[in-house]
Each structure stands twice: as C-alpha cells, then as structure tokens.
C-alpha cells in the first residue's frame, strides 16, 4: 500500500515551488493579455477622439475613459490572480502525481526489502554467535573466517536499519522521544563496534564522558553516534585511535567523535553529508562498501532533534564530527 502521508509530506515543498512557477507564468499571460487589451482600447479611443482633437471637454472625457480601463483591468486581475492560484496548484498537483507514486512504489520497496533481508541476516548472525562460542574447539583459521563473516553480517544489519530508517525519515515520521542520556548511548555503541575496530586493530578509547541527557529518540540517537564511529574506523586508518567524547555545556549537549585517518577536504565538507556522495580520498580501502547514506542519516537525526552535526579535519591529520543537541537542564 502506498503511504500517502508520508509521499505528501515528501513532496510538498516541490509542489508549492511548482504552484508558485505555474501561477508566476500564468499572471504574466494574464498581465501581457491586459496590456494589450488597454493598448487597442485606447487605440480606439483616441481613434475616435481625433476629429475632436481641439476640444478639451473630449479630451478629459477620453482621459476619463482611459482611467476606468485602467481600474477594471485591475480588478479583473486581482479577481484573476485567485482563479491563477488555483488553476496552478491544480496544475502542480496532476504534474507531480506520478512522480509521487513513483517515490512511494521506490520508498515501500526498500522498506519491503530491507524488512526481508533483516530475517536471514538475523539467522545468519546467530549461527555465527553459536560458532564463535564454540571457537575453542575448532580450528583456528575456521574461527577467524566465521568472525569476519560476523562482522560483514553485522555491518550488512546496520546498513538495512539505515535503510529502513531512510525511507521512515523520508515520510517524516514521528521520534519516540524520551531523556536520553548519551553517555549511555555512546557506551552502547562502543561495545557493539569493538569486534569491527578491532579488525582493523583500532582502539576505541572514551575520552571525556559525562552525563548528558537530551530528550530523544534512544533508538535514532545510536544509530547516529554508531554511523559517526563506524565512519572512524571504516574511513579512518588501520592501527591508529579513535576517541569519542560526550559532555554537557549549559543547554547543549555534545557527542565528538575524532580519528586519526587521512582527514576530509574542506571542499568535501558539504557533500560527504548528502546521500550517496563520498570524499574523493576515502574511498574503498576494502573494509566496507561506501553507500553514503551514513552522514545524511546523521544529519537528519540530529536536525530531527533540533541540533547538528559538524565535521572538522586536516587533509593527513584526522577528522572529528562533533554532534550538538538541545540537551535537557537537570
Ligand atoms: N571519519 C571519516 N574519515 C574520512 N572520511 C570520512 C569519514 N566519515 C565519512 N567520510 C567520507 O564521507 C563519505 C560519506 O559517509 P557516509 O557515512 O555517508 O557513507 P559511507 O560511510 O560511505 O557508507 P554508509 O552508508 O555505509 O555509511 C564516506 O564515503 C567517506 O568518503
Ligand atoms: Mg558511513
């Protein structure tokens, strides 16, 4: 079933811009159209005046006459400026509707199949936990193959959440908020990527980690601090530290998650947060696939909270994306 809410709140910024072109066009039709219409009415008029050139009564009679075209081709476009808007929102919306369906069949699809893909992957993953508890008895080439099997499952399991989370986002769909503290999150996230920064022999050490709490949506909220750290050790270098920090500042709340990798160039800074995109230097170095849906994810979480996210880094020296929330005053 196609979610209607959520394709109209999808596409409803488009439409009103849609609205506004095809009401702009339309008006300056009609206000061509009224030009020319007072252009051969006072050609009339003054065609008819000319015998009577020399007297001033017809003169200001014509002038008269010329001033009430004047006012009611006014008011016919102020009356035809209501019936353009609504001609042009009519418009837009028999415009837009198959692209609607288009972005909701696309957005139902990824759910469906990211949904589908969850249970075998859920299967696959706990067989790889019976096996790695079982480690002891077997060989140890066969353990080291059933852990990165592992890994890559687990990291295939956070890329499907991303999608299902992406096409909840893009109906706009509520936060199940609650206080948060983030230190707890953080916590979490660190123990769940340690096998991942391990395989790369990174340490992932807690810098600073205070409490704090901000009303949100606990589930979303590690999805962004695990997207910034998976980020950091899948972007970043293999045998360095990633450090992650989380403090509270008066009202606002911070998450900065720092790497020691090759870093990011300015010039990336903005694109790295749109979807699909990567920075030129970062790509493929053979742990993970690059899908780019990480950041914008991140983004969005963060803004959905009325915060941000922000990167800065030095090209050879590192990146750090810190993360600022409203955070609740205890
Ligand atoms: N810590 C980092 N160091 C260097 N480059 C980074 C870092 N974090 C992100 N990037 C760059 O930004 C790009 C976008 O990141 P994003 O998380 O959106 O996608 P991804 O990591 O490629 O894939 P995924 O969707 O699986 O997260 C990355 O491909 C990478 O080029
Ligand atoms: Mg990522």
């Known amino acids: 079933m196609i979610d209607k809410r959520g394709v109209t709140a999808n596409i409803g910024a488009p439409r009103v811009r849609l609205t506004l072109a095809y009401a702009g066009l339309l ?6 159209f009224s030009v020319i219409v007072y252009g051969l009415l006072s050609t009339v008029v003054w065609q008819d005046v000319e015998p009577f050139r020399d007297d001033p009564a017809m003169l200001a009679a014509a002038h008269h006459m010329l001033k009430n075209y004047i006012v009611r ?29 288009a972005i909701a069949l696309q957005r139902q699809f990824t759910n ?24 002891g ?11 990165i099997i592992d890994e890559q499952a ?26 948060t503290d983030l230190r707890a999150v953080v916590n979490g996230v660190l123990r769940d990527l340690q096998p991942l920064a391990a395989a790369r022999r990174m340490e992932l050490n807690l810098g600073r980690a205070e409490s704090a709490v901000v009303m949100g949506d606990e589930l979303k909220l590690s999805q962004l601090v695990g997207n910034l750290v998976d ?7 293999e045998a360095t530290a990633i450090d992650v920090s989380v403090w509270q500042q008066r009202d606002t709340a911070f998450v900065a998650v720092r790497d020691a990798g090759d870093g990011i160039a300015a010039s990336d800074f903005e694109r790295i947060f749109q979807r699909y995109q990567s920075s030129n230097g ?25 915060g941000e996210v922000t990167v800065s ?6 990146s750090t994306f810190t993360v600022r929330l409203p955070a609740m005053l205890t």
């Open 313 to 318: 880094s030095a090209l050879g020296r590192g």
């Open 231 to 237: 980020n950091a050790i899948k972007h970043g270098k």
């Open 73 to 101: 081709l006014a008011i016919a476009n102020a009356a035809g400026l209501v019936l353009v808007v609504a001609v042009s929102a009519f418009l837009a919306k028999i415009t837009l509707r198959p692209l609607e369906q």
């Open 137 to 147: 008895s077997l060989p140890e080439e066969y353990c080291e193959r059933i852990q």
């Open 282 to 306: 970062a790509l493929h170095n053979g742990v993970g696939a690059v899908h780019g849906l990480g950041l914008p994810l991140c983004r969005w979480i963060a803004r959905a909270h009325g």
């Open 154 to 179: 687990q990291r295939m399991q956070r890329l499907i959440d991303q999608l299902i989370t992406l096409s909840h986002l893009d109906a706009d769909s509520a936060l199940d908020r609650e206080p």
């Open 27 to 32: 008006f300056l039709l009609l206000a061509a």
């Open 112 to 135: 469906d199949a990211s949904h589908d893909l969850r249970t075998p992957l859920a299967v696959i993953r706990t067989e790889t936990s019976v096996a790695l508890a079982d480690c």
